[in-house]
């Protein structure tokens, strides 16, 4: 297996590229006319991808709840973790069986019609900063704030 064929499936592998990217760039490698034409388009692809997956492979996604006193929760999920679990919800949900989508479409949630690595992707290429910025006030508590950010 070439170089450029093995680069593109651990790309895959590590989350840098969807199967569906990766199977564009084979093709491209396979059907090009000539065979440096093809590794010359796959070459720019690789860099491009790897660029913005440098640019995003170390962003977070970071979920906190402030109290006037203390910090109450502080959560920082990896954008890596993320994507991961988004091609694992994606294909669990081809589990749920037949009567309970039914159940759920009749609720107005179309599982089939949700793109959660989309939601990922258009998250981690195009949000920087807040996401949510909550201020409430609790009795017991005082004021308390939630944010929810990408950085």
Do not use: H, W
Request: with cysteine; hydrophobic share 40%; aromatic share 4%.
């Amino acid at each position: 297996m070439s170089n450029e064929k093995m680069k593109i499936l651990e790309m895959i592998q590590e989350g840098k590229l969807t199967a569906a990217e990766g199977m564009d760039l084979l093709k491209a490698i396979e059907e090009g006319s000539s065979p440096e034409e093809a590794s010359q388009t796959s070459k720019y692809e690789l860099v491009k991808k790897e660029k913005v997956a440098s640019t995003y492979g170390d962003r977070f996604l970071r979920v906190r709840v402030i109290g006037e006193k203390t910090l109450k929760v502080n959560v920082n999920v990896p954008f890596s973790l993320i994507r991961s679990a988004s091609k694992l919800i994606v294909y669990a949900m081809s589990f749920v069986p037949e009567d309970k989508r039914t159940e759920l479409e009749q609720k107005g949630l179309d599982l089939q019609a949700l793109d959660v690595e989309g939601l990922v992707r258009i998250i981690e290429e195009s949000v920087d900063g807040k996401i949510v910025d909550v201020e409430v006030a609790d009795p017991q508590e005082g004021r308390i704030k939630v944010e929810v950010c990408v950085e």
